[in-house]
């Protein structure tokens, strides 16, 4: 069985996708406490019958989950076990590096085949800490499949006062661009800390 780890899945679309993509894979979901009861409560309405629970110490009750939820303070409640896919979208950008490196302690821990990383290639969090990708513990032993401007995560939609997307001159309603570029790596992590 395939184990899929999502950090920071926001409204839980992407765990929904791969989730039908590989419907036997077991999908870990670690985000924030409300963020993650948003998640469980919608997939567990788009899956039913799927087994959904919440990670606690007692690592057998969740190990055969298909959707198994852990708040990000508690990572070390996750069931044991290598982790298959890692992926991460716009999140780590939210974290101090401290943060972003114990993330990275743990996918190598469990050591994870492949990581999806796409984030902001620059952040000044709220508290004035630079957060830069390039400087996310990445090792030089980590092969690289994909290391480039992200095409697909460059705009958003809803309402906001960020700079619209235009196309031939003229401004689309309610696409708007990211304040800075977005880097994506699709990267098989070397182990090691």
């Given at each position: 069985?395939?184990?899929?780890?999502?950090?920071?899945?926001?409204?839980?679309?992407?765990?929904?996708?791969?989730?039908?993509?590989?419907?036997?894979?077991?999908?870990?979901?670690?985000?924030?406490?409300?963020?993650?009861?948003?998640?469980?409560?919608?997939?567990?309405?788009?899956f039913?019958?799927?087994?959904?629970?919440?990670?606690?110490?007692?690592?057998?009750?969740?190990s055969?989950?298909?959707?198994?939820?852990?708040?990000?303070?508690?990572?070390?409640?996750?069931?044991?076990?290598?982790?298959?896919?890692?992926?991460?979208v716009?999140?780590?950008?939210?974290m101090?590096?401290?943060?972003?490196?114990?993330y990275?302690k743990?996918?190598?821990?469990?050591?994870?085949?492949?990581?999806?990383c796409?984030?902001?290639?620059?952040?000044?969090?709220?508290?004035?800490?630079?957060?830069?990708?390039?400087?996310?513990?990445w090792?030089t032993a980590?092969?690289?499949?994909?290391?480039?401007?992200c095409?697909?995560?460059?705009?958003?939609?809803?309402?906001?006062?960020?700079?619209?997307?235009?196309?031939?001159?003229?401004?689309?309603?309610?696409?708007?661009?990211?304040?800075?570029?977005?880097?994506?790596?699709?990267?098989?992590?070397?182990q090691?800390?």
């Open positions: 069985m395939r184990t899929i780890l999502v950090i920071g899945d926001g409204h839980g679309i992407l765990s929904a996708l791969l989730h039908n993509r590989f419907p036997s894979a077991r999908i870990l979901l670690v985000d924030l406490g409300a963020t993650l009861l948003f998640q469980a409560v919608y997939l567990a309405k788009a039913p019958l799927a087994t959904h629970v919440l990670t606690d110490e007692d690592f057998a009750a969740t055969d989950a298909t959707f198994s939820y852990c708040p990000a303070d508690r990572i070390e409640s996750l069931p044991n076990g290598d982790i298959d896919l890692a992926v991460n716009a999140s780590m950008q939210e101090t590096l401290a943060a972003v490196a114990g990275f743990l996918l190598r821990k469990r050591r994870t085949r492949i990581f999806y796409c984030n902001r290639l620059e952040k000044r969090l709220s508290g004035g800490e630079l957060l830069r990708f390039m400087d996310y513990p090792l980590d092969v690289h499949l994909v290391d480039e401007a095409p697909w995560h460059q705009w958003f939609f809803g309402r906001s006062r960020a700079p619209r997307v235009r196309v031939g001159g003229v401004a689309i309603p309610l696409v708007h661009r990211y304040d800075g570029v977005h880097w994506h790596r699709l990267t098989r992590l070397a090691g800390s």
